[in-house]
């Protein structure tokens, strides 16, 4: 009965770790256990590491490695063994290789030591036991800002795992900032990522500020995720990028925070990269740049985006964001810029196809901007030798430079702005000119621009041509006396071919409409607009050719000055003038009457206008 008693004893005590614990054994340093149909094997067993590879053989198994070991061979470990690191074990490579087909089973600490020519690889051969992830961690980064962790963070992008998780911590500073000395390289289909379910996002710090912190080349799905980056000081030089992509395909920027750069993002020759929440501030040249290099960008997104370049004092250029929160130069087609803000840079977009040194493409084009916000940019925002071009839901502003507008479409083709604001720019609050094509102006507000200096609401230059101006309100705001002189200028220069209707031109300081376009077609509308009451109030002139504003059908006419001639306008429009003093109203010229009309107070004409630019009588009354 006692042999009994003790052999029961003897299995429950055997018993208490898997009762304990669960399926797995807990290790205990001379005793081996075993899970169900697999042998646990202790390195300390044996040589050395392949020595204890060759005499598992194909048993499937895990392997422990509870103390340092060198390689004195090159090692492959089969996909039927598990390497199991205690902490504080490591394995040191030398020159040999370690290849790994199976899994490894370790937290974030170090388990390899790269300390010669051999590497480390990870191979899946059966799908089923690949890591997921690798930490820079297993090859030594210690993340305490001052260790240099370039060389382990690149050897976990290099070792063949797809996805390198980088330690965010729950608290603290310095307790997850990885300081590198280079620039790290991603290869294709990876990803570098900050750990998930961090409180604090991994920062990736860099001394090199002379180069781009992640950059992917010629590589296809890329992603990072996740993370801060940073410069050890702020560059001013081009080439420190935090992040920079050529020539990749399927790339993802996903929840960055880039705190100083030269350029903040920088795409060349890309092809479908989506950008989302994306915070990138002191960047001395751009937020966001999208470059065709030798190749066009298609399909690119930016989404839920701030870019701060840094304060700038109001009557200098900022000394910081130079050349544009978002950049896009060379050919670009097919980009989407939503829900975002730029601020405090020289200018907030710069769109420029025309670029030196010899980059591919003279026009970028298909690019959509939807309520993203555009304000206290030193230039404004710029568009030239672009098309199809559209602003839905935008807001503009440049307070800082008294002359430039709130955006400048300078040879722009089909550019659509709708639905967008313009306020307290220093210039106009837009202004298009130069070969500007098919530029439709819809649904706008533009209010207390001219702030410094006496600027138009929207300026039309030379060279405009077949726009549309149409349901906009621009009027002078709250600040004081207007600033805004006209509503609408068109200047010397702009083409004929232009409609102008239901606008809402109320409250500007000169007047609702201003045309010194010096063509002679007359292929225009202007019509339904709501305008200043002194506009219908006309003097007759002492030169005897009578000038009428472009919108308005009625009009007051004072004086006894005789009239010979009045201001062409488009076709088919009506007019109808007022006396209110005695003059003659003279048949000839460009004014084709039932004879010259002698008027007294109150009596009126009616006049139609044709397309060359002359007047024919409809009715007269005498009142």
């Known amino acids: 009965m006692k042999k009994y008693i003790k052999f029961f004893t003897i299995l429950l005590m055997l018993s208490i770790p898997t009762i304990c614990f669960g399926q797995r054994a807990q290790y205990m340093p001379d005793l081996i256990v075993t899970e169900p149909g697999a042998a646990w094997t202790d390195l300390r067993q044996f040589a050395s590491l392949s020595a204890a590879v060759t005499a598992i053989g194909a048993t499937q198994s895990t392997l422990l490695i509870s103390e340092d070991t060198t390689m004195g061979s090159a090692v492959t470990i089969p996909s039927n063994v598990v390497l199991k690191f205690t902490k504080g074990s490591v394995i040191t490579l030398g020159n040999f290789n370690l290849v790994i087909q199976g899994y490894v089973d370790a937290g974030r600490y170090q ?16 799908g089923m036991s690949e890591n997921d992830v690798a930490y820079p961690e297993w090859w030594g980064a210690v993340h305490d800002a001052t260790t240099d962790d370039a060389q382990e963070i690149q050897a976990a992008l290099d070792c063949g795992i797809k996805h390198v998780s980088l330690f965010g911590g729950a608290s603290g500073i310095d307790t997850n900032q990885y300081l590198v000395s280079t620039t790290l390289t991603l290869s294709g289909e990876s990803m570098i990522s900050g750990s998930s379910g961090s409180r604090i996002r991994p920062e990736i710090k860099s001394s090199a500020i002379t180069l781009p912190i992640l950059y992917a ?25 935090a992040i920079l992509f050529h020539d990749v395909q399927k790339g993802v920027i996903e929840d960055i925070h880039i705190r100083t750069s030269y350029t903040g993002i920088k795409l060349e020759d890309c092809q479908t990269v989506f950008a989302n929440n994306i915070f990138s501030s002191v960047y001395t040249g751009s937020g966001f740049h999208i470059l065709g290099v030798t190749s066009a960008n298609y399909d690119v997104q930016l989404t839920n985006f701030v870019f701060n370049g840094g304060a700038g004092a109001a009557d200098n250029p900022p000394t910081l964001g130079t050349t544009g929160g978002v950049r896009i130069e060379g050919l670009n087609e097919g980009c989407f810029f939503g829900y975002g803000e730029i601020v405090l840079s020289k200018y907030a977009l710069y769109i420029y196809s025309a670029v030196a040194g010899g980059n591919y493409g003279t026009s970028s084009g298909y690019i959509y901007f939807d309520n993203v916000y555009f304000d206290s940019a030193y230039s404004g925002s710029l568009i030239n030798s672009a098309h199809n071009i559209t602003f839905s839901n935008c807001w503009f502003s440049s307070a ?28 106009p609050g837009l202004k298009f000119d130069a070969s500007s094509v098919g530029t439709l102006i819809y649904g706008n507000v533009i209010t207390s621009c001219g702030q410094g200096g006496a600027s138009p609401g929207i300026d039309i230059g030379a060279g405009a041509d ?9 009027t002078e705001g709250a600040f004081g006396s207007p600033n805004q002189t006209y509503a609408i200028t068109l ?14 031109l ?6 609702s409409f201003s045309d010194s376009s010096t063509s002679a077609t007359y292929n225009f509308i202007v019509d339904r607009n709501i305008v200043d009451v002194t506009d219908f109030t006309i003097a007759s002139p002492a030169d005897n050719s009578l000038e009428i504003p472009p ?6 006419i004072t004086g006894t000055n005789n009239i010979t001639s009045m201001s062409a306008s488009w076709g088919s429009r009506e007019v109808t003038l007022m006396f209110a003093d005695i003059l003659t109203f003279t048949d000839g010229g460009n004014l084709s009457l039932a004879g010259d009309f002698v008027t007294t107070g109150s009596d009126t004409i009616t006049l139609r206008a044709n397309y060359g630019g002359a007047w024919y009588e409809v009715s007269r009354s005498i009142n």
């Open 217 to 241: 080349n010629e590589v296809d799905h890329v992603s990072i995720r996740h993370l801060t980056l940073n410069y050890t000081s702020t560059p001013v030089n081009s080439g420190a990028e």
């Open 466 to 474: 077949n726009f549309q101006i149409i349901g906009n309100r621009i």
């Open 400 to 427: 800082d430079e008294a002359t430039n507008p709130g955006l400048f479409i300078d040879d722009g083709d089909e550019v659509t702005v709708s639905n967008s604001t313009f306020f307290n720019c220093g210039g």
């Open 111 to 126: 388990i390899f030591n790269q300390n010669g020519s051999g590497d480390v690889t990870f191979v899946c051969t059966t």
């Open 491 to 504: 200047g010397a220069g702009a083409s004929e071919y232009y409609v102008i209707t239901d606008n809402y």
């Open 551 to 556: 919108d308005g059908n009625y009009f007051y």
């Open 506 to 511: 109320l409250g500007n300081g000169t007047g």
